[in-house]
């Protein structure tokens, strides 16, 4: 991002990915203490992710794009918006900063700090939700952008409040993410066996979105012969 160097970027990036991270695992923890309805477990656990997001972008985006997420850097890469080296230090800095974060929210909770989930995760059903939860929010990121780019944070944050209840897997959309939860055994948690399923089927949605909305945003077709033949 122009006027901030390397170094700045990446640790918004790592900080973003922590606090997303330590939210997303705290609340599961707190939800799941205060109380056996796992539907409310996890009404509160989305509430407090979504409202977190939008906080995320909006303060660190200027500063490095707020990714927080190696599959949307993978997009912008491709989008040749990000050098390679950029990226992979991108995704470096996401996946330290999340576990960081995980460790945080246990270190909060009196847990030890890092604890791998023996929660399963897996299976066709969830892999697409993960391919179709990944292919929103890229959609929603690259539409926003284009059309509203002040939206975004909210745009992000509302996008993933309901992903996590109209998809089976509950939207991780995020492989960065979804290392650090296998980290933790607890309402939020991912066995690390079932990852590779969901990071593939993650970053296939990515690239899916990326293609569709490349064409769908790049204005074409009669409308748009006409509007430059309309011009002075």
Same mark, same amino acid.
């Given at each position: 991002?122009?006027?901030?160097?390397?170094?700045?970027?990446?640790?918004?990036?790592?900080?973003?990915?922590?606090?997303?991270?330590?939210?997303?695992?705290?609340?599961?923890?707190?939800?799941?203490?205060?109380?056996?309805?796992?539907?409310?477990a996890?009404?509160?656990?989305?509430?407090?992710?979504?409202?977190?997001?939008?906080?995320?972008?909006?303060?660190?985006?200027?500063?490095?794009?707020?990714?927080?997420?190696?599959?949307?850097?993978?997009?912008?890469?491709?989008?040749?918006?990000l050098?390679?080296?950029?990226?992979?230090?991108?995704?470096?800095?996401?996946?330290?900063?999340?576990?960081?974060?995980t460790?945080?929210?246990?270190?909060?909770?009196?847990?030890?700090?890092?604890?791998?989930?023996?929660?399963?995760?897996?299976?066709? !059903?969830?892999? %697409?939700?993960?391919? $179709? &939860? #990944?292919?929103? +929010?890229?959609?929603?990121? =690259?539409?926003?952008?284009?059309?509203e780019?002040?939206a975004?944070?909210?745009?992000?944050?509302?996008?993933?409040?309901?992903?996590?209840?109209?998809?089976?897997?509950?939207?991780?959309?995020?492989?960065?993410?979804a290392?650090?939860?296998?980290?933790?055994?607890?309402?939020?948690g991912?066995?690390?066996?079932?990852?590779?399923?969901?990071? !593939?089927?993650? %970053?296939?949605?990515? $690239? &899916? #979105?990326?293609? +569709?909305?490349?064409?769908? =945003?790049?204005?074409g077709?009669?409308?748009?012969?006409?509007?430059?033949?309309?011009?002075?």
């Amino acid at each position: 991002m122009p006027g901030f160097d390397l170094p700045r970027r990446l640790t918004a990036e790592a900080l973003g990915t922590a606090l997303l991270v330590a939210t997303v695992v705290g609340s599961g923890i707190m939800a799941e203490s205060l109380t056996r309805d796992v539907a409310l477990a996890l009404l509160g656990n989305t509430l407090a992710t979504g409202a977190m997001l939008v906080v995320l972008i909006t303060i660190l985006g200027p500063i490095s794009g707020a990714h927080f997420n190696p599959a949307v850097t993978l997009v912008f890469a491709l989008k040749r918006e990000l050098p390679p080296r950029e990226a992979l230090s991108y995704v470096l800095a996401q996946v330290a900063g999340g576990v960081a974060g995980t460790m945080v929210a246990h270190a909060m909770f009196a847990l030890p700090l890092l604890d791998a989930s023996l929660k399963i995760r897996t299976g066709g !059903a969830q892999w %697409l939700a993960e391919g $179709v &939860a #990944a292919f929103g +929010l890229v959609a929603a990121i =690259l539409a926003g952008i284009r059309f509203e780019r002040g939206a975004v944070p909210w745009l992000v944050g509302l996008y993933i409040t309901a992903a996590y209840w109209f998809t089976s897997s509950t939207s991780f959309a995020n492989p960065a993410v979804a290392i650090a939860r296998s980290l933790t055994n607890s309402f939020s948690g991912i066995r690390p066996i079932d990852l590779p399923g969901f990071i !593939a089927a993650e %970053l296939c949605g990515s $690239v &899916a #979105a990326l293609m +569709l909305m490349s064409w769908l =945003l790049r204005a074409g077709g009669v409308g748009a012969a006409m509007a430059r033949e309309a011009q002075p």
